[in-house]
Protein backbone atom coordinates (compact mmCIF):
# COMPACT_ATOMS: atom_id res chain seq x y z
CA UNK A 1 0.00 0.00 0.00
CA UNK A 2 1.12 3.35 -1.06
CA UNK A 3 -0.86 6.43 -0.72
CA UNK A 4 2.37 8.99 -2.24
CA UNK A 5 2.30 10.37 -5.53
CA UNK A 6 5.05 8.90 -7.87
CA UNK A 7 7.64 11.77 -8.68
CA UNK A 8 6.40 11.95 -11.90
CA UNK A 9 2.88 13.02 -9.99
CA UNK A 10 4.55 15.10 -7.58
CA UNK A 11 6.03 16.95 -10.17
CA UNK A 12 3.13 17.45 -11.94
CA UNK A 13 1.53 18.68 -9.24
CA UNK A 14 3.60 21.84 -9.10
CA UNK A 15 3.23 22.46 -12.94
CA UNK A 16 -0.86 21.97 -12.68
CA UNK A 17 -1.29 24.07 -9.76
CA UNK A 18 0.67 27.32 -10.79
CA UNK A 19 -0.91 26.77 -14.42
CA UNK A 20 -4.26 26.78 -12.66
CA UNK A 21 -3.55 29.40 -10.62
CA UNK A 22 -1.45 31.76 -13.45
CA UNK A 23 -3.36 30.82 -16.29
CA UNK A 24 -6.75 29.84 -15.28
CA UNK A 25 -8.15 31.49 -12.16
CA UNK A 26 -7.58 35.17 -13.62
CA UNK A 27 -10.41 34.07 -16.02
CA UNK A 28 -12.42 32.32 -14.41
CA UNK A 29 -15.26 34.94 -13.03
CA UNK A 30 -14.87 36.92 -16.60
CA UNK A 31 -15.80 33.35 -18.27
CA UNK A 32 -18.64 32.59 -15.99
CA UNK A 33 -20.42 36.22 -16.19
CA UNK A 34 -19.88 36.44 -19.69
CA UNK A 35 -20.51 32.63 -20.18
CA UNK A 36 -17.18 32.99 -22.89
CA UNK A 37 -15.62 29.91 -23.77
CA UNK A 38 -11.77 30.16 -23.00
CA UNK A 39 -10.33 29.57 -25.99
CA UNK A 40 -7.18 31.09 -25.00
CA UNK A 41 -7.08 29.17 -22.35
CA UNK A 42 -7.50 25.63 -24.53
CA UNK A 43 -4.79 26.88 -26.79
CA UNK A 44 -2.39 27.39 -23.65
CA UNK A 45 -3.25 23.84 -22.30
CA UNK A 46 -2.70 22.41 -25.39
CA UNK A 47 0.80 23.84 -25.34
CA UNK A 48 2.03 21.93 -22.24
CA UNK A 49 0.24 18.62 -23.63
CA UNK A 50 -2.91 19.01 -20.92
CA UNK A 51 -5.11 18.10 -23.38
CA UNK A 52 -2.98 14.48 -24.13
CA UNK A 53 -1.92 13.22 -20.76
CA UNK A 54 -3.16 9.72 -20.57
CA UNK A 55 -2.56 9.24 -24.26
CA UNK A 56 0.67 7.40 -25.09
CA UNK A 57 3.83 9.31 -26.16
CA UNK A 58 3.41 6.87 -29.81
CA UNK A 59 -0.13 8.09 -30.80
CA UNK A 60 1.41 12.17 -29.73
CA UNK A 61 0.21 11.97 -25.99
CA UNK A 62 2.26 12.98 -22.94
CA UNK A 63 2.36 9.51 -21.60
CA UNK A 64 1.05 10.04 -18.58
CA UNK A 65 -1.78 8.33 -16.74
CA UNK A 66 -5.10 8.83 -15.37
CA UNK A 67 -3.62 9.51 -11.86
CA UNK A 68 -2.58 12.56 -13.56
CA UNK A 69 -5.51 13.26 -15.54
CA UNK A 70 -7.49 13.34 -12.76
CA UNK A 71 -4.85 15.58 -10.72
CA UNK A 72 -5.32 17.98 -13.75
CA UNK A 73 -9.12 17.57 -13.91
CA UNK A 74 -9.22 18.39 -10.13
CA UNK A 75 -6.24 21.24 -9.99
CA UNK A 76 -7.87 23.32 -13.31
CA UNK A 77 -11.38 23.25 -11.51
CA UNK A 78 -9.87 24.63 -8.25
CA UNK A 79 -9.70 27.55 -10.09
CA UNK A 80 -12.40 27.48 -13.12
CA UNK A 81 -15.15 24.26 -13.43
CA UNK A 82 -15.38 25.84 -16.60
CA UNK A 83 -12.12 25.00 -17.54
CA UNK A 84 -12.32 21.24 -15.66
CA UNK A 85 -15.06 20.34 -18.14
CA UNK A 86 -13.40 20.98 -21.00
CA UNK A 87 -10.37 19.00 -20.38
CA UNK A 88 -12.69 15.64 -18.49
CA UNK A 89 -15.15 15.91 -21.89
CA UNK A 90 -12.38 16.41 -24.12
CA UNK A 91 -10.38 13.21 -22.72
CA UNK A 92 -12.95 10.72 -21.24
CA UNK A 93 -15.67 11.24 -23.51
CA UNK A 94 -13.43 11.38 -26.95
CA UNK A 95 -10.22 10.69 -26.88
CA UNK A 96 -10.68 7.62 -24.35
CA UNK A 97 -13.16 5.98 -26.28
CA UNK A 98 -11.31 6.15 -29.71
CA UNK A 99 -8.39 4.72 -27.74
CA UNK A 100 -10.15 1.60 -26.28
CA UNK A 101 -12.21 0.59 -29.49
CA UNK A 102 -10.93 2.69 -32.37
CA UNK A 103 -9.67 1.01 -35.47
CA UNK A 104 -5.60 1.20 -36.05
CA UNK A 105 -6.23 3.67 -38.94
CA UNK A 106 -9.20 5.95 -36.60
CA UNK A 107 -6.25 6.14 -33.88
CA UNK A 108 -3.91 6.97 -36.18
CA UNK A 109 -6.00 9.48 -37.66
CA UNK A 110 -7.50 11.01 -34.55
CA UNK A 111 -5.75 10.51 -31.38
CA UNK A 112 -2.38 12.76 -32.09
CA UNK A 113 -4.68 15.91 -33.46
CA UNK A 114 -6.71 15.52 -30.72
CA UNK A 115 -3.36 14.87 -28.15
CA UNK A 116 -1.84 17.86 -29.08
CA UNK A 117 -5.11 20.07 -29.05
CA UNK A 118 -4.60 21.01 -32.49
CA UNK A 119 -9.01 19.34 -32.49
CA UNK A 120 -10.53 19.44 -29.46
CA UNK A 121 -13.38 16.77 -28.69
CA UNK A 122 -17.21 15.87 -27.73
CA UNK A 123 -19.82 13.18 -27.26
CA UNK A 124 -23.06 12.82 -27.88
CA UNK A 125 -25.13 10.44 -26.64
CA UNK A 126 -28.28 12.39 -24.90
CA UNK A 127 -31.43 12.91 -26.47
CA UNK A 128 -34.17 14.66 -25.46
CA UNK A 129 -35.99 11.81 -24.60
CA UNK A 130 -33.14 9.22 -23.62
CA UNK A 131 -31.48 10.85 -20.94
CA UNK A 132 -30.86 8.48 -18.07
CA UNK A 133 -32.78 6.26 -20.29
CA UNK A 134 -29.97 6.47 -22.76
CA UNK A 135 -31.16 2.66 -24.53
CA UNK A 136 -34.43 5.01 -25.44
CA UNK A 137 -32.37 6.75 -28.59
CA UNK A 138 -34.27 8.09 -31.57
CA UNK A 139 -31.14 8.99 -33.76
CA UNK A 140 -31.28 6.83 -36.78
CA UNK A 141 -28.21 5.77 -38.67
CA UNK A 142 -29.21 3.84 -41.98
CA UNK A 143 -26.86 1.77 -44.01
CA UNK A 144 -26.47 2.91 -47.73
CA UNK A 145 -23.48 0.46 -49.29
CA UNK A 146 -20.04 2.06 -47.42
CA UNK A 147 -21.93 4.53 -45.97
CA UNK A 148 -24.35 5.50 -43.01
CA UNK A 149 -27.18 8.00 -43.52
CA UNK A 150 -27.80 9.84 -39.88
CA UNK A 151 -30.58 11.26 -38.54
CA UNK A 152 -31.78 13.46 -35.89
CA UNK A 153 -30.23 15.26 -32.54
CA UNK A 154 -28.51 15.21 -29.32
CA UNK A 155 -28.91 17.90 -26.33
CA UNK A 156 -26.55 19.08 -24.00
CA UNK A 157 -23.41 18.77 -25.62
CA UNK A 158 -20.07 20.03 -23.83
CA UNK A 159 -17.72 21.70 -25.93
CA UNK A 160 -20.63 21.98 -28.43
CA UNK A 161 -19.18 23.88 -31.77
CA UNK A 162 -15.76 24.31 -30.22
CA UNK A 163 -14.89 20.74 -30.47
CA UNK A 164 -13.94 18.95 -34.43
CA UNK A 165 -14.75 15.55 -33.56
CA UNK A 166 -17.42 14.17 -31.85
CA UNK A 167 -18.66 10.05 -30.87
CA UNK A 168 -22.01 9.84 -31.86
CA UNK A 169 -24.28 7.15 -30.65
CA UNK A 170 -27.05 6.37 -33.58
CA UNK A 171 -29.95 3.29 -33.48
CA UNK A 172 -28.52 0.83 -36.27
CA UNK A 173 -31.46 -1.50 -35.79
CA UNK A 174 -34.44 -0.39 -33.68
CA UNK A 175 -35.83 -4.10 -33.11
CA UNK A 176 -32.11 -5.24 -30.99
CA UNK A 177 -33.11 -2.23 -28.62
CA UNK A 178 -29.32 -1.73 -26.88
CA UNK A 179 -27.78 -3.94 -29.23
CA UNK A 180 -29.30 -1.90 -32.08
CA UNK A 181 -26.82 0.97 -31.01
CA UNK A 182 -23.89 1.89 -33.03
CA UNK A 183 -20.97 4.52 -32.17
CA UNK A 184 -19.32 7.20 -35.23
CA UNK A 185 -16.99 9.18 -35.61
CA UNK A 186 -17.83 12.39 -36.86
CA UNK A 187 -15.81 15.59 -37.43
CA UNK A 188 -17.32 19.14 -37.92
CA UNK A 189 -18.17 20.32 -41.46
CA UNK A 190 -19.52 17.07 -42.66
CA UNK A 191 -22.48 18.37 -44.18
CA UNK A 192 -25.83 17.11 -42.89
CA UNK A 193 -24.10 18.27 -39.23
CA UNK A 194 -25.19 21.50 -38.12
CA UNK A 195 -25.65 23.23 -34.15
CA UNK A 196 -28.72 24.15 -33.09
CA UNK A 197 -29.61 25.81 -29.26
CA UNK A 198 -27.09 26.96 -26.61
CA UNK A 199 -27.71 26.18 -23.57
CA UNK A 200 -28.26 28.93 -20.79
CA UNK A 201 -27.12 27.38 -17.72
CA UNK A 202 -26.81 27.76 -14.13
CA UNK A 203 -23.15 27.01 -13.39
CA UNK A 204 -20.34 26.18 -15.77
CA UNK A 205 -21.51 29.00 -17.82
CA UNK A 206 -18.21 29.67 -19.93
CA UNK A 207 -18.31 26.03 -21.33
CA UNK A 208 -20.23 25.44 -24.29
CA UNK A 209 -23.06 23.64 -24.16
CA UNK A 210 -25.02 23.32 -27.53
CA UNK A 211 -27.59 20.68 -29.47
CA UNK A 212 -26.13 18.94 -32.55
CA UNK A 213 -28.70 18.54 -35.50
CA UNK A 214 -27.72 15.71 -37.85
CA UNK A 215 -29.87 15.84 -41.32
CA UNK A 216 -29.37 13.06 -43.68
CA UNK A 217 -25.47 13.36 -42.65
CA UNK A 218 -23.05 10.77 -44.28
CA UNK A 219 -20.90 8.93 -42.73
CA UNK A 220 -18.71 6.73 -44.21
CA UNK A 221 -18.15 2.93 -42.93
CA UNK A 222 -14.91 3.86 -41.83
CA UNK A 223 -15.59 6.45 -39.07
CA UNK A 224 -17.91 3.38 -37.59
CA UNK A 225 -16.18 2.97 -34.26
CA UNK A 226 -16.04 -0.08 -32.84
CA UNK A 227 -19.07 -2.69 -34.37
CA UNK A 228 -22.24 -2.67 -35.83
CA UNK A 229 -24.42 -2.89 -32.08
CA UNK A 230 -21.97 -2.30 -29.57
CA UNK A 231 -22.16 1.53 -29.32
CA UNK A 232 -24.27 0.92 -25.50
CA UNK A 233 -21.50 -0.99 -24.64
CA UNK A 234 -18.98 1.40 -26.04
CA UNK A 235 -20.79 4.36 -24.22
CA UNK A 236 -21.13 2.52 -21.11
CA UNK A 237 -17.60 2.09 -21.01
CA UNK A 238 -16.96 5.61 -21.77
CA UNK A 239 -18.89 7.11 -19.36
CA UNK A 240 -17.14 4.92 -16.39
CA UNK A 241 -14.00 6.26 -17.40
CA UNK A 242 -15.52 9.87 -17.52
CA UNK A 243 -16.90 9.25 -13.95
CA UNK A 244 -13.34 10.35 -12.90
CA UNK A 245 -12.93 13.36 -14.24
CA UNK A 246 -16.17 14.73 -13.46
CA UNK A 247 -15.43 13.25 -9.43
CA UNK A 248 -12.28 14.78 -10.16
CA UNK A 249 -13.80 18.37 -11.10
CA UNK A 250 -16.66 18.25 -8.24
CA UNK A 251 -13.43 17.74 -5.82
CA UNK A 252 -11.75 20.35 -7.00
CA UNK A 253 -14.65 22.85 -6.53
CA UNK A 254 -14.85 21.61 -2.99
CA UNK A 255 -11.60 22.42 -2.96
CA UNK A 256 -11.60 25.69 -4.15
CA UNK A 257 -14.41 26.88 -2.51
CA UNK A 258 -12.89 25.60 1.38
CA UNK A 259 -9.25 27.54 -0.18
CA UNK A 260 -11.30 30.67 -0.78
CA UNK A 261 -12.95 30.44 2.88
CA UNK A 262 -9.84 29.83 4.60
CA UNK A 263 -8.73 32.65 3.38
CA UNK A 264 -11.72 34.97 4.08
CA UNK A 265 -12.59 33.49 7.43
CA UNK A 266 -8.63 34.75 8.54
CA UNK A 267 -9.31 38.28 7.20
CA UNK A 268 -13.40 39.09 8.30
CA UNK A 269 -13.55 40.22 11.28
CA UNK A 270 -16.94 40.13 13.83
CA UNK A 271 -16.98 40.38 17.40
CA UNK A 272 -13.73 41.42 17.82
CA UNK A 273 -11.84 38.66 16.32
CA UNK A 274 -11.80 37.39 13.10
CA UNK A 275 -14.18 34.21 12.06
CA UNK A 276 -11.56 31.42 11.89
CA UNK A 277 -11.16 32.32 15.86
CA UNK A 278 -15.13 30.52 16.81
CA UNK A 279 -14.74 27.46 17.42
CA UNK A 280 -18.11 26.57 15.15
CA UNK A 281 -16.02 28.11 12.02
CA UNK A 282 -13.22 25.84 13.05
CA UNK A 283 -15.58 22.97 13.09
CA UNK A 284 -16.77 23.63 9.96
CA UNK A 285 -13.61 23.64 7.84
CA UNK A 286 -12.60 20.42 9.79
CA UNK A 287 -15.67 18.33 8.47
CA UNK A 288 -15.13 20.46 5.03
CA UNK A 289 -11.45 19.36 4.71
CA UNK A 290 -12.77 15.55 6.08
CA UNK A 291 -15.20 15.07 3.36
CA UNK A 292 -12.33 16.81 0.69
CA UNK A 293 -9.66 14.16 1.91
CA UNK A 294 -11.73 11.45 1.91
CA UNK A 295 -13.42 12.49 -1.77
CA UNK A 296 -9.72 12.73 -3.05
CA UNK A 297 -9.10 8.88 -1.74
CA UNK A 298 -12.10 7.24 -4.01
CA UNK A 299 -10.72 10.06 -7.20
CA UNK A 300 -7.78 8.68 -6.94
CA UNK A 301 -8.19 5.34 -6.08
CA UNK A 302 -10.30 5.08 -9.12
CA UNK A 303 -8.22 6.55 -11.20
CA UNK A 304 -5.27 4.45 -9.49
CA UNK A 305 -7.36 1.17 -10.74
CA UNK A 306 -8.67 2.27 -14.74
CA UNK A 307 -4.09 2.74 -14.88
CA UNK A 308 -3.57 -0.77 -13.20
CA UNK A 309 -6.04 -2.23 -16.36
CA UNK A 310 -8.61 -3.46 -13.39
CA UNK A 311 -12.07 -3.03 -12.83
CA UNK A 312 -13.13 0.64 -11.60
CA UNK A 313 -16.36 0.60 -12.73
CA UNK A 314 -18.11 0.95 -9.17
CA UNK A 315 -15.13 2.57 -8.04
CA UNK A 316 -15.71 5.18 -10.40
CA UNK A 317 -19.56 5.55 -9.26
CA UNK A 318 -18.54 5.67 -6.06
CA UNK A 319 -16.04 8.37 -6.67
CA UNK A 320 -18.20 10.48 -8.67
CA UNK A 321 -21.59 10.30 -6.39
CA UNK A 322 -19.35 11.22 -3.34
CA UNK A 323 -17.16 13.92 -4.80
CA UNK A 324 -20.53 15.83 -6.53
CA UNK A 325 -22.21 15.24 -2.84
CA UNK A 326 -19.20 16.77 -1.45
CA UNK A 327 -18.70 19.84 -4.00
CA UNK A 328 -22.26 20.62 -3.23
CA UNK A 329 -22.69 20.33 0.48
CA UNK A 330 -18.59 22.04 0.50
CA UNK A 331 -19.94 25.17 -1.26
CA UNK A 332 -23.08 25.60 0.36
CA UNK A 333 -20.77 26.23 3.78
CA UNK A 334 -18.46 28.23 2.50
CA UNK A 335 -21.24 30.56 1.03
CA UNK A 336 -22.66 30.28 4.70
CA UNK A 337 -19.12 31.36 6.18
CA UNK A 338 -18.83 34.43 3.46
CA UNK A 339 -22.46 35.81 4.98
CA UNK A 340 -23.88 38.14 2.38
CA UNK A 341 -20.41 38.78 0.72
CA UNK A 342 -20.35 34.68 -0.70
CA UNK A 343 -24.10 35.33 -1.65
CA UNK A 344 -22.27 38.10 -4.01
CA UNK A 345 -20.82 37.88 -7.38
CA UNK A 346 -17.69 39.74 -5.89
CA UNK A 347 -16.68 36.46 -4.00
CA UNK A 348 -15.87 33.22 -6.06
CA UNK A 349 -18.09 30.95 -3.81
CA UNK A 350 -21.48 31.29 -5.24
CA UNK A 351 -19.90 30.68 -8.48
CA UNK A 352 -18.87 27.44 -6.90
CA UNK A 353 -21.83 26.50 -5.94
CA UNK A 354 -23.74 27.10 -9.37
CA UNK A 355 -21.18 24.87 -11.17
CA UNK A 356 -21.03 22.19 -7.89
CA UNK A 357 -24.78 21.39 -9.21
CA UNK A 358 -24.09 19.79 -12.39
CA UNK A 359 -21.70 17.29 -11.43
CA UNK A 360 -24.44 15.51 -9.58
CA UNK A 361 -26.01 15.24 -12.64
CA UNK A 362 -24.17 14.94 -16.75
CA UNK A 363 -22.19 11.63 -17.15
CA UNK A 364 -25.09 9.92 -14.89
CA UNK A 365 -26.94 11.48 -12.44
CA UNK A 366 -26.02 10.30 -8.79
CA UNK A 367 -28.90 8.11 -9.21
CA UNK A 368 -27.48 6.44 -12.19
CA UNK A 369 -23.94 6.50 -9.88
CA UNK A 370 -25.87 4.00 -7.01
CA UNK A 371 -28.05 2.34 -9.71
CA UNK A 372 -23.95 1.11 -10.66
CA UNK A 373 -22.76 0.68 -7.09
CA UNK A 374 -25.69 -1.54 -6.21
CA UNK A 375 -25.75 -3.87 -8.97
CA UNK A 376 -22.36 -4.23 -8.65
CA UNK A 377 -23.05 -5.57 -4.91
CA UNK A 378 -26.12 -7.69 -5.89
CA UNK A 379 -24.52 -9.50 -9.18
CA UNK B 1 26.03 26.42 -29.70
CA UNK B 2 26.10 24.53 -25.81
CA UNK B 3 24.41 26.47 -23.39
CA UNK B 4 25.35 25.76 -19.55
CA UNK B 5 22.48 27.27 -17.02
CA UNK B 6 23.55 27.39 -13.26
CA UNK B 7 20.79 27.34 -10.71
CA UNK B 8 19.96 27.14 -7.30
CA UNK B 9 17.17 25.56 -5.45
CA UNK B 10 15.99 27.70 -2.61
CA UNK B 11 13.19 27.88 -0.29
CA UNK B 12 10.25 29.83 -1.58
CA UNK B 13 10.56 32.92 0.23
CA UNK B 14 6.92 34.21 -0.54
CA UNK B 15 5.87 31.22 1.45
CA UNK B 16 8.24 31.59 4.52
CA UNK B 17 6.60 33.26 7.87
CA UNK B 18 8.51 34.43 10.88
CA UNK B 19 8.75 33.14 14.10
CA UNK B 20 7.59 35.85 16.32
CA UNK B 21 9.03 34.90 19.04
CA UNK B 22 12.81 34.37 17.75
CA UNK B 23 12.83 36.29 15.02
CA UNK B 24 13.99 33.07 12.74
CA UNK B 25 12.63 31.85 9.27
CA UNK B 26 10.01 29.10 9.99
CA UNK B 27 11.45 26.46 7.04
CA UNK B 28 9.54 23.03 7.94
CA UNK B 29 7.29 22.63 5.08
CA UNK B 30 8.22 26.05 2.86
CA UNK B 31 8.53 24.17 -0.43
CA UNK B 32 11.56 24.10 -2.47
CA UNK B 33 11.86 26.32 -5.93
CA UNK B 34 14.24 26.66 -8.83
CA UNK B 35 15.21 30.59 -8.08
CA UNK B 36 13.59 33.00 -10.15
CA UNK B 37 16.35 34.68 -11.96
CA UNK B 38 17.92 30.91 -12.38
CA UNK B 39 14.64 30.25 -13.80
CA UNK B 40 14.21 33.37 -15.84
CA UNK B 41 18.07 31.94 -17.43
CA UNK B 42 16.94 28.55 -18.06
CA UNK B 43 13.65 30.38 -20.01
CA UNK B 44 17.08 32.66 -22.08
CA UNK B 45 18.25 29.58 -22.65
CA UNK B 46 15.51 27.05 -23.72
CA UNK B 47 14.64 30.24 -26.49
CA UNK B 48 18.30 29.97 -28.01
CA UNK B 49 17.73 26.34 -28.24
CA UNK B 50 14.28 27.25 -30.22
CA UNK B 51 15.75 29.87 -32.37
CA UNK B 52 19.35 28.44 -32.67
CA UNK B 53 19.20 24.99 -31.73
CA UNK B 54 21.36 25.01 -28.96
CA UNK B 55 22.07 22.44 -26.46
CA UNK B 56 21.86 23.12 -23.03
CA UNK B 57 22.80 21.75 -19.69
CA UNK B 58 22.11 22.97 -16.36
CA UNK B 59 24.16 22.60 -13.36
CA UNK B 60 23.35 22.67 -9.81
CA UNK B 61 25.19 22.28 -6.43
CA UNK B 62 23.47 21.37 -3.38
CA UNK B 63 22.09 18.24 -1.19
CA UNK B 64 20.60 15.45 -2.85
CA UNK B 65 17.17 17.22 -2.48
CA UNK B 66 18.42 19.16 -5.20
CA UNK B 67 17.45 17.23 -8.47
CA UNK B 68 14.12 18.13 -8.07
CA UNK B 69 14.88 21.21 -9.51
CA UNK B 70 17.14 19.53 -11.85
CA UNK B 71 14.36 17.55 -13.14
CA UNK B 72 12.27 20.26 -13.47
CA UNK B 73 14.73 21.75 -15.66
CA UNK B 74 14.66 18.69 -17.50
CA UNK B 75 10.45 18.71 -17.71
CA UNK B 76 11.11 22.38 -19.54
CA UNK B 77 13.14 20.96 -22.02
CA UNK B 78 16.87 21.55 -21.30
CA UNK B 79 19.16 18.37 -22.59
CA UNK B 80 21.43 17.30 -19.97
CA UNK B 81 21.73 17.96 -16.05
CA UNK B 82 24.61 17.76 -13.52
CA UNK B 83 24.56 17.48 -9.52
CA UNK B 84 27.25 18.68 -7.89
CA UNK B 85 27.22 17.04 -4.25
CA UNK B 86 29.87 16.11 -2.13
CA UNK B 87 30.20 16.72 1.68
CA UNK B 88 33.35 18.56 0.44
CA UNK B 89 31.23 21.23 -0.62
CA UNK B 90 28.81 21.89 2.36
CA UNK B 91 29.06 24.86 3.88
CA UNK B 92 29.95 27.50 1.41
CA UNK B 93 30.19 30.19 0.84
CA UNK B 94 29.73 32.24 -2.79
CA UNK B 95 33.82 32.27 -3.35
CA UNK B 96 33.56 28.47 -2.52
CA UNK B 97 29.79 27.68 -4.46
CA UNK B 98 31.71 29.92 -7.28
CA UNK B 99 35.21 27.55 -7.03
CA UNK B 100 33.44 24.75 -7.45
CA UNK B 101 30.86 25.39 -10.13
CA UNK B 102 34.01 26.65 -11.64
CA UNK B 103 35.86 23.46 -11.53
CA UNK B 104 32.26 21.62 -13.03
CA UNK B 105 32.64 24.40 -15.70
CA UNK B 106 36.14 23.45 -16.70
CA UNK B 107 34.90 19.92 -17.99
CA UNK B 108 32.09 21.13 -19.93
CA UNK B 109 32.23 22.68 -23.59
CA UNK B 110 30.34 26.15 -23.72
CA UNK B 111 29.46 29.06 -25.80
CA UNK B 112 27.46 30.71 -22.96
CA UNK B 113 27.24 29.99 -19.36
CA UNK B 114 24.25 31.39 -17.95
CA UNK B 115 23.44 32.60 -13.94
CA UNK B 116 20.82 34.29 -12.36
CA UNK B 117 21.42 37.58 -11.12
CA UNK B 118 21.06 36.83 -7.53
CA UNK B 119 19.40 34.07 -4.97
CA UNK B 120 16.43 35.12 -3.21
CA UNK B 121 18.18 33.27 -0.10
CA UNK B 122 21.01 34.86 -0.36
CA UNK B 123 20.59 38.51 -2.43
CA UNK B 124 24.48 38.74 -2.89
CA UNK B 125 24.47 38.64 -6.97
CA UNK B 126 28.30 37.31 -6.23
CA UNK B 127 28.31 33.80 -7.77
CA UNK B 128 27.87 34.38 -11.05
CA UNK B 129 30.89 37.21 -11.51
CA UNK B 130 32.87 34.95 -9.68
CA UNK B 131 32.52 31.96 -11.88
CA UNK B 132 33.71 34.32 -14.95
CA UNK B 133 36.69 35.28 -13.11
CA UNK B 134 37.75 31.86 -12.37
CA UNK B 135 37.07 30.75 -15.47
CA UNK B 136 38.86 33.91 -16.81
CA UNK B 137 35.61 34.92 -19.48
CA UNK B 138 33.94 38.23 -19.88
CA UNK B 139 31.10 38.49 -18.03
CA UNK B 140 27.82 40.81 -18.53
CA UNK B 141 25.83 40.65 -15.39
CA UNK B 142 21.71 41.92 -15.41
CA UNK B 143 20.70 41.39 -18.58
CA UNK B 144 17.45 41.99 -19.97
CA UNK B 145 17.75 41.19 -23.51
CA UNK B 146 20.20 38.89 -25.52
CA UNK B 147 20.82 38.71 -29.76
CA UNK B 148 23.17 36.07 -31.16
CA UNK B 149 24.60 36.22 -34.98
CA UNK B 150 24.52 32.96 -35.21
CA UNK B 151 28.13 32.67 -35.43
CA UNK B 152 30.43 33.99 -31.86
CA UNK B 153 29.35 37.10 -31.30
CA UNK B 154 26.30 38.14 -28.96
CA UNK B 155 24.67 41.65 -28.55
CA UNK B 156 23.19 42.37 -25.05
CA UNK B 157 20.93 44.80 -23.16
CA UNK B 158 22.06 45.47 -19.61
CA UNK B 159 19.74 46.91 -16.79
CA UNK B 160 21.53 49.77 -15.48
CA UNK B 161 19.49 51.69 -12.38
CA UNK B 162 17.93 53.73 -14.89
CA UNK B 163 18.38 52.95 -18.70
CA UNK B 164 20.12 50.08 -19.94
CA UNK B 165 23.51 49.73 -22.02
CA UNK B 166 23.52 48.15 -24.92
CA UNK B 167 26.57 45.83 -25.19
CA UNK B 168 28.51 43.50 -27.61
CA UNK B 169 30.91 40.93 -26.86
CA UNK B 170 32.11 37.23 -28.31
CA UNK B 171 31.25 33.83 -26.85
CA UNK B 172 32.75 32.13 -24.39
CA UNK B 173 30.99 34.46 -22.08
CA UNK B 174 28.88 34.42 -18.84
CA UNK B 175 25.74 36.79 -18.23
CA UNK B 176 23.93 36.91 -15.36
CA UNK B 177 19.86 37.58 -15.86
CA UNK B 178 17.28 39.65 -14.36
CA UNK B 179 13.92 37.54 -13.19
CA UNK B 180 11.45 39.43 -14.77
CA UNK B 181 13.36 39.81 -18.13
CA UNK B 182 11.94 36.11 -19.55
CA UNK B 183 8.54 35.24 -18.36
CA UNK B 184 9.85 31.48 -17.60
CA UNK B 185 7.46 28.82 -19.62
CA UNK B 186 6.12 25.58 -17.85
CA UNK B 187 6.84 22.27 -17.71
CA UNK B 188 5.27 20.04 -20.00
CA UNK B 189 2.96 17.18 -19.41
CA UNK B 190 5.42 14.91 -21.53
CA UNK B 191 8.65 16.53 -20.28
CA UNK B 192 7.95 15.65 -17.21
CA UNK B 193 6.97 11.89 -17.92
CA UNK B 194 10.63 11.86 -19.62
CA UNK B 195 12.54 13.83 -16.86
CA UNK B 196 12.81 11.02 -14.79
CA UNK B 197 14.10 8.96 -16.92
CA UNK B 198 16.98 10.59 -17.76
CA UNK B 199 20.45 10.51 -16.27
CA UNK B 200 21.14 13.30 -13.93
CA UNK B 201 25.08 13.10 -13.83
CA UNK B 202 26.26 13.21 -10.19
CA UNK B 203 29.56 14.60 -9.49
CA UNK B 204 31.36 15.18 -6.55
CA UNK B 205 35.02 16.57 -5.43
CA UNK B 206 37.12 13.84 -7.69
CA UNK B 207 35.43 14.81 -11.25
CA UNK B 208 35.98 18.36 -10.78
CA UNK B 209 38.68 20.69 -11.22
CA UNK B 210 39.27 22.62 -8.38
CA UNK B 211 41.83 22.77 -4.85
CA UNK B 212 40.48 21.05 -1.81
CA UNK B 213 41.33 24.19 0.20
CA UNK B 214 39.00 26.02 -2.37
CA UNK B 215 36.02 24.40 -1.20
CA UNK B 216 33.21 24.12 1.45
CA UNK B 217 33.97 25.87 4.88
CA UNK B 218 37.50 26.09 4.32
CA UNK B 219 37.23 27.73 1.27
CA UNK B 220 34.25 30.31 2.43
CA UNK B 221 36.27 33.58 3.83
CA UNK B 222 32.95 35.25 4.94
CA UNK B 223 31.49 35.27 8.30
CA UNK B 224 28.34 36.14 9.19
CA UNK B 225 27.75 38.80 11.50
CA UNK B 226 23.96 38.91 12.55
CA UNK B 227 21.18 37.77 10.70
CA UNK B 228 17.95 39.57 10.66
CA UNK B 229 14.72 39.55 9.01
CA UNK B 230 13.13 42.15 6.52
CA UNK B 231 9.23 43.38 7.75
CA UNK B 232 7.89 40.89 5.31
CA UNK B 233 4.96 42.41 3.03
CA UNK B 234 2.87 40.16 0.52
CA UNK B 235 3.07 40.54 -2.61
CA UNK B 236 1.01 43.66 -3.77
CA UNK B 237 -1.57 43.76 -7.04
CA UNK B 238 -0.40 46.02 -10.02
CA UNK B 239 -3.21 47.54 -11.87
CA UNK B 240 -2.87 50.09 -14.79
CA UNK B 241 -6.32 51.78 -14.85
CA UNK B 242 -7.56 55.41 -15.45
CA UNK B 243 -8.12 58.06 -12.46
CA UNK B 244 -11.92 57.26 -11.84
CA UNK B 245 -11.37 53.56 -11.88
CA UNK B 246 -8.55 53.48 -9.78
CA UNK B 247 -10.03 54.99 -7.08
CA UNK B 248 -13.16 52.53 -7.39
CA UNK B 249 -10.85 49.72 -7.23
CA UNK B 250 -8.77 51.52 -4.03
CA UNK B 251 -12.55 51.51 -2.52
CA UNK B 252 -13.50 48.38 -3.56
CA UNK B 253 -9.89 46.29 -2.00
CA UNK B 254 -10.09 48.27 0.71
CA UNK B 255 -13.69 47.26 1.64
CA UNK B 256 -13.42 43.61 0.74
CA UNK B 257 -10.29 43.98 3.68
CA UNK B 258 -12.60 45.22 6.08
CA UNK B 259 -10.88 48.78 6.20
CA UNK B 260 -13.71 50.87 5.26
Redesign the interface.
Known amino acids: MNFHLT ?2 QA ?2 E ?2 IR ?2 AEKEVKPLAAEVDEQERFPEETVAKMA ?4 L ?2 PVP ?1 ELG ?4 NNV ?1 YAQAVEELSVACATTGVIVSAHTSLCIAPILESGTPEQKKKYIPRLASGEWLGAFGLTEPNAGTDASAQQTTAVEDGDNFIINGSKIFITNAEYAHVYIIFAMTDKSQGVKGITAFIIEKGTPGFSFGKKEKKMGIRGSATSELIFENCVIPRENMLGKVGKGFGIAMKTLDGGRIGIAAQALGIAQGALNETVKYIK ?3 QFGKPLSAFQNTQFQIADMQTRISAARMLVRSAAFKKDQGEKFSADAAMAKLYAAEVAMEVASKAIQLHGGYGYTR ?1 YPVERMLRDAKITEIYEGTSEVQKMVIAANLLK | MNIVVCIKQVPDTTEIKINPATGTLIRDGVPSIINPDDKAGLELALRMKDLHDAHVTVITMGPPQAD ?1 AL ?2 AL ?1 MGVDDAIHLTDRKFAGADTLATSHALAGALRNLTFDLIITGRQAIDGDTAQVGPQIAEHLDIAQVSYLRKLDYDGKRTFTIERSIEDGYEILETEAPCLVTVLSDAFQAR ?11 AKEVKVWGFNEIEVKEEDLGLKGSPTKVHKAFSRGVKAAGELYELDTDEAVGTII ?1 KLK ?3 II
Open positions: KELFQMSFRVGLGISGAGGMERKE | NREAYMTVKGIMEAYSEKF
